[in-house]
């Protein structure tokens, strides 16, 4: 009998997949219903263009399922050989059931246990770290197929200025895959939640605090809500610190990093974190001039957009750098 400890097992992104739907709204769409230029300002300052929502009928598991056959017919995988279904969204088609438990049906995915999980806008990168601990811990998990989804266009007044512009609809998909091969696959994570803010964004109404039947929905509906301003140096301080943390945790040097896949919230946010990195600002690929802010699942279609145009290299350092409301951070970081 070999006295030799086992390889550990390691979670490696395997393939990638992304879904936008096919109706495109311009910035003009908002001047003729803002009665102002939004065009201007949108485009100088976070370079939004455009973006895409859902067409009627369309709901967050359409999305998903696009996705995540995009990402199994790269990998060469079919539906039966996922093991766990991972989503990440706050736009789920129903409160309960869960939005996995639809895509599972949808998609054919026979063969997998699957959940949501909520911590908005990091959670792509809350289920990547979710995904990889399930691969690490656990023999039966051998392929995780991890999913941001985000319908916000269904929540939006589309007579708030401060929402409506900004928000899009999406969806990414990612196949974690175990690995016994060294230099390969996940590095170090750091997750962090700063409570304070729960209050400061969300859609509120329809849930345990204020039920369907309360006055804010009747005021506001089922709609997300900027309630109060978040201070604006947060993002950037946070992004900062952890990316700095992971690669300590990691062992690697912080301008070893060839690609940083960022919320995409705010250029100007992510543009300050490169800067303090001291990193080049194409290190942080920016999808937010065609595709307006897509939430959750922004992060995963930075990442497959750079996979299927050939940017990523074997032994390539990539960070993924989340966070959402609540707030939540997630960072963590792959070895392609």
Known sequence: MSTHASTPRNARIAATGHYVPERVVPNRYFNEILGEDVDTWLQENLTIRERRWMTEGQTTSDLCVYALREALSQGDFAPEDIDLVIISTDTPDYISPSTASVVCHKAGLVNAASFDLNTACAGFVTALETGTNYIKANPDYNRVLVIGAYGMSRFLDLHDKKTVTLFADGAAAAVLEATTEPGQGHIASSIKTR???????????????HPASCELVAEHGHQLQFVKKFPKELNPLMWTEMITEVARKGDFPVDAIHRAFMTQININQIWETMDNLNLPRQTAPAIMSTYGY???AAIGMALDIAHRSGDLKSGDVLVFMGSGGGLTFACNAFRW
């Open 294 to 296: 897509t939430g959750s």
């Open 195 to 209: 409570g304070e803010y729960y209050d400061y964004m969300g859609i509120y109404g329809g849930a345990t605090a």
